[in-house]
């Protein structure tokens, strides 16, 4: 490109720079204002407050008073965030102020407008914009379109414009390193150098290199369920948190960080993500694993954690169980459930006092069904409640004639006493009205837990009553349409059994267990809640979704997956579209489909996709690579001293490498083994582990969603991957390479790997040790 053009550009940016400076220099003071304005009030507090306690109207007028301070105070708090925020927008804006540049025109006879595209909005002026914020409607003209006539939505509606030109822009530190004009969407070349960067611990913001169909995705506001079904790398993690980004822009003021929440695959990935959205100035969302949010809600029992979920080989019986267990189907019975609940079968506990029965659960039983038709779950449980405190308050008066509150007046020390009284004046008209008020605080105050054990429902019997749910469950399920007999359904409400005595349970019971506490309780959903983001979709069943939807029953659902990965629940994953299907209204549902895969070099993307059989498409962005390397050592020796040598090579090239194996004990192994062998690497143990730099050994359950530049397969061998239904597990594995990777297996190879093309990876023999 002319080196004039350059010139001129430069000299745009150096004039929006010296802009942003002044703004800045403006920030500041309204901070600095902002600051000494605070600090004024809060020293004057005491002298500006008239303190009139003397009568009632002085009462209100000393609120007031402190009430007008406070919001004195307020308004400066408010205003000094606005600066302090601006402040750091203008800061980031500083080094690179845009990254786009489009001239167009609204009609043919219109005067050209040009605007400059950055990270946030910027004017000199209220209605002279320097640089539009990506999100804001007009920018969508440089993700979606070409050259030419190009629509975008504004609130009020479709508007098209005719584009006339795309220039993009590298600057750093306020100079342009380069910049080009293109007719395409965003230029190959700006995204084969966005791609070529090397990994680190962190995901970058993709904000420059948005595709257009990842677009659609980020702008959405129709979709009351947007299923995203995209290959390995295609962005789908990338796009959902310039989603969130856009969704907080698109509704300042109505929306905030705390309604928008998602459930990432584990811990380790939230780590992952968590500079995104503040450095795209944004807050960040909730953010949670699905087992993390269960175990919060079920603080007493001990989940199973995705560790052993993982060991867990399932008998056919138990796959079958799980698959029912799992469905929509269940989800629909444990509702009906809940339902006929309102007419019997409630199971009560007694609610004892002093080791003795204070209110027998008949009585219990009694109160709760007295209530006539129109009382649902949730008002009859708390209209029980006040029964049952109403027998509490009767309670303490004929309680207070007891011997055993006489005993414990005279046994009473100084201290207990002094508590007893509080702030109650110690004069009494007589004794007897001294021993009637010390009686009366002395049952209260052992009635105590009895009125939490009320007021927290605690006569109603949670695990009693999932149990006798599940045994009756073959009365409104048909097993048989699950291949199931009544004595193996039996047999696994046992296990369930045996389980939750020891305070234990599967990850597969937990959901239908807080469903069924949820309906009991009257819980009607988190109703603040605005948008609920699911990462790796196809590890969820139907039922726990069909949960999160009446859980969060106001929000909007964006739904990730990619169902060749799938590899907790396999072979189930591709019904779960379907199941999916049924939950949500067609017309506010949108399938959107990503297929190109950007994380991966096209050999790596290559060899990958031949581990699938029948897998969902998948195409490479075309950037070249090196072969993935296969080594079959002969014994173990070989295969780690092959490790060691990949591991010097990608040092050497300053790529950073993940060594993924199976499960945890072969990552344990490894680890030792390198060690002792003189190669330092930070074993990967849980997920609440943090990513380190450097290498890492990380066992595959772990590595869902992260990326490494190198990845090395640790025993890919027949011993480890031999079923069919292991390939979701090795292409997950494989796919989370960036630009190198290479399989080690001691032994034999995985015949998962036979329908590997042989030119497409290159074999690395052991190298031979001494
Ligand atoms: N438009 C884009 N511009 C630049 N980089 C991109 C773009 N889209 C995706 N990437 C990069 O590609 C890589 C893969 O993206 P991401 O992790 O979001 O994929 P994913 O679909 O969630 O993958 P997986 O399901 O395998 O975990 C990331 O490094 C991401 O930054």
């Known amino acids: 490109m002319a080196d004039s053009i350059k010139a001129q550009e430069q000299q745009h940016l150096d004039m929006v720079v010296a802009k942003i400076k002044q703004a800045q220099t403006a920030a500041k003071k309204r901070i600095g204002v902002a600051e000494s304005d605070e600090a004024g009030i809060r020293k004057n507090f005491v002298n500006d ?61 219109s005067k050209p407008e040009t605007i400059y595209i950055g990270l946030g909005s910027f004017s000199d002026t209220p209605d002279h914009f320097l640089i539009y914020d990506w999100r804001a409607p007009i920018s969508s003209i440089y993700y979606d379109g070409e050259l030419g006539a190009v629509s975008y939505q504004t609130p009020d509606g479709e508007q098209t414009v005719d584009v006339q030109l795309k220039r993009q822009f590298q600057i ?89 929440i998602l459930f990432s695959p584990n811990q380790l990935f939230n780590d992952y993500i968590d500079q995104v959205l503040p450095e795209l100035g944004e807050h960040n969302m909730v953010q949670m694993t699905y087992y993390q949010y269960a175990g919060r809600r079920l603080p007493k029992i001990d989940i199973e954690t995705l560790a052993q979920r993982f060991a867990e080989t399932n008998s056919p019986v138990q796959k079958r169980l799980n698959a029912l267990k799992g469905s929509l189907a269940f989800f629909n019975a444990v509702t009906g459930y809940a339902d006929h609940l309102e007419q019997r079968d409630m199971l009560f506990r007694n609610i004892v006092f002093q080791g003795k029965v204070f209110i027998p659960k008949e009585k219990i039983q ?29 309670r303490i008066s004929s309680e ?26 110690r004069e009494f008209e007589s004794a007897d009205k001294e021993y009637q008020f010390l009686a009366r605080r002395v049952v209260m105050t052992s009635l105590e837990p009895v009125r939490k054990a009320i007021v927290r429902a605690r006569f109603l019997t949670i695990n009693n009553q999932y149990v006798h749910m599940l045994r009756q469950m073959p009365e409104r399920i048909d097993l048989a349409q699950y291949h199931l007999t009544t004595a193996e359904w039996q047999a696994g409400v046992d296990a369930t059994v045996a389980a939750l005595r020891d305070h234990q349970m599967q990850l597969l019971d937990t959901t239908p267990y807080l469903y069924l506490y949820d309906k009991m309780a009257g819980k009607s959903g988190d109703r603040d809640m605005r948008y609920v983001f699911l990462d790796e979709v196809q590890d969820y069943n139907a039922f726990q979704l069909a949960f999160l939807k009446s859980t969060f029953p106001r929000a909007r659902f964006t739904m990730l997956g990619d169902l060749n990965q799938a590899i907790f629940t396999k072979e189930n994953s591709h019904t779960l579209l379907h199941e999916l299907s049924t939950m949500f209204d067609p017309d506010k549902t949108r399938v959107v489909q990503l297929t190109r895969s950007y994380r991966s070099t096209q050999q790596v993307t290559d060899f990958t996709k031949h581990i699938l059989k029948n897998g969902e498409a998948v195409t490479s962005f075309a ?21 060691k040598a990949e591991l010097a090579r990608n040092d050497a090239d300053h790529e950073t490498t993940a060594i993924i194996g199976k499960d945890l004990a072969d990552c344990q192994d490894l680890t030792t083994r390198l060690r002792a062998v003189g190669v330092k690497a930070t074993l ?30 640790w025993e890919a061998s027949a011993s480890r991957y031999q079923d069919d239904d292991e390939r979701q597990l090795l292409y997950t594995i494989c796919s989370r390479a960036m630009h190198r990777l290479s399989l080690v297996a001691a032994g034999t190879l995985s015949p998962l790997l036979d329908d590997v093309p042989a030119d497409e990876f290159t074999v690395v023999p052991a190298v031979p040790v001494d």
Do not use: C
Request: charged residues 25%; aromatic residues 8%.
């Open 49 to 109: 407050l008239r303190l009139k306690t003397d009568s009632y109207e002085g009462i209100m007028e000393t609120a007031l008073s402190v009430r007008q301070q406070q919001q004195m105070l307020a308004e400066r708090q408010n205003s000094w965030q606005h600066a302090t925020t601006e402040l750091s927008t203008l800061k980031r804006l500083e080094k690179r102020a845009y990254f786009a540049r489009i001239d167009f025109q609204e009609t043919p006879t």
């Open 172 to 260: 750093e530190d306020g100079q342009i390193v380069t910049l080009y004009d293109t007719d395409q969407t965003v230029t190959d070349q700006m995204l084969l150098s966005a791609l070529s960067e090397h990994s680190d611990t962190h995901m970058k913001s993709i904000v420059t290199t948005i595709q257009k169909e990842q677009n659609q995705i980020i702008r959405d506001t129709h979709s009351d369920l947007l299923f995203v079904q995209g290959a390995a790398g295609s962005g789908k993690t990338a796009a959902i948190l310039q989603r969130v980004a856009y969704l907080l822009y698109r509704y300042r003021g109505k929306l905030n960080a705390g309604q928008v």
């Open 366 to 394: 009694d109160i709760y069904y007295s209530f006539n038709r129109n009382y649902h779950l949730g008002n009859r449980l708390q209209a029980t409640k006040e029964a049952l405190v109403r027998i509490l308050n009767r």
């Open 400 to 425: 207070m004639k007891s011997k055993w509150v006489e005993d414990t007046i005279q046994d009473l020390s100084k201290e207990q006493l002094d508590s007893l009284y509080g702030d109650h004046p």
């Open 623 to 643: 950037r070249e690579g090196e072969l993935p390397t296969v080594t079959v050592a002969s014994d173990e020796t070989a295969a780690i001293a092959r490790v």
């Open 684 to 713: 990967i143990q849980s997920e609440n582990q943090r990513l380190a730099p450097g290498v890492i050994v990380v066992p595959s359950f772990l590595s869902k969603g992260l990326e490494f530049d190198a990845v090395i397969v």
